[in-house]
């Protein structure tokens, strides 16, 4: 089975400031993908940023980047140069390469961001 | 815009009734996923199709059921409605089944049962 675990239900930020939303992760598959989704009060779903389980790198997507630290299970986003637009709720998600767990996201509960001036 | 299309955007519907929401993947992806998203759940997977044949149940109740047709649209059928079932449900889609394939989600639909 796959767990994904956000402990910080909500946070503020200054503008311009960066943060990190924290996620850890609970797989026994040997590869997985982690992915990051952004939920604005409109309701929609909004793909971020992937990681792959055997990237060397992490993984950057503009004022967006993934720090994964393995060994620790951790895949914490890092958002630089916050804006109000930032505004939302954080989604840390996870994929496997089992048949079980290939087929859908594993999804944490989220964080709430809140940016302020 | 993901390119994932959902209708409708909002449905109110009484207890008992019977709604068919309805999804279209981006272009050119051939796995179509089911998730619903409630306060007291969270996000939750409910089904996988991949090019017309189911590939994956998670936590679908057997009052739902879904199918992906030939051109690859699908759509989710929910009988019997509850109050509890009241949620945001989400079509997403993605070239293939793979664990470093993105899912690109829809708009979502927004079912209110009274």
């Known amino acids: 089975a796959q767990k994904i675990t956000q402990t910080q239900p909500g946070m503020f930020v200054q503008e311009k400031e960066a943060v990190t939303l924290d996620c850890t992760y609970d797989?026994?598959?040997?590869?997985?993908?982690l992915f990051w989704y952004k939920q604005p009060s409109s309701g929609e779903m909004i793909f971020l940023i992937y990681?792959?389980?055997?990237?060397?790198q992490n993984a950057t997507e503009g004022r967006y980047s993934l720090n994964f630290q393995k060994a620790r299970k951790s895949a914490n986003l890092v958002i630089s140069a916050s804006q109000l637009g930032d505004s939302a709720m954080y989604f840390c998600?996870?994929?496997?390469?089992?048949?079980?767990?290939?087929?859908?996201?594993?999804f944490g509960t989220g964080t709430r961001l809140q940016v302020t001036l | 815009d993901s390119g994932v299309t959902q209708t409708p955007k909002h449905l109110i519907t009484a207890t008992g009734q019977r709604v068919t929401l309805r999804c279209s993947p981006r272009?050119?992806?051939?796995?179509v996923y089911w998730y619903q998203q409630s306060l007291d759940q969270g996000l939750q997977f409910l089904i996988q199709y991949y090019n017309g044949e189911e590939r994956a149940k998670g936590n679908i109740l057997e009052r739902f059921s879904a199918q992906q047709f030939p051109d690859l649209h699908s759509e989710l059928n929910l009988s019997s409605l509850e109050l509890g079932d009241s949620a945001l449900y989400f079509c997403?889609?993605?070239?293939?089944?793979?664990?470093?394939?993105?899912?690109?989600f829809g708009p979502g639909t927004r079912l209110l049962v009274l």
């Open positions: 998600a996870m994929r496997g390469i089992n048949t079980g767990t290939a087929s859908k996201l594993t």
């Open positions: 797989t026994s598959d040997p590869s997985y993908g």
């Open positions: 272009s050119g992806d051939l796995s």
């Open positions: 990681q792959g389980s055997y990237d060397q």
């Open positions: 997403a889609s993605s070239l293939s089944p793979t664990a470093e394939e993105t899912q690109y």
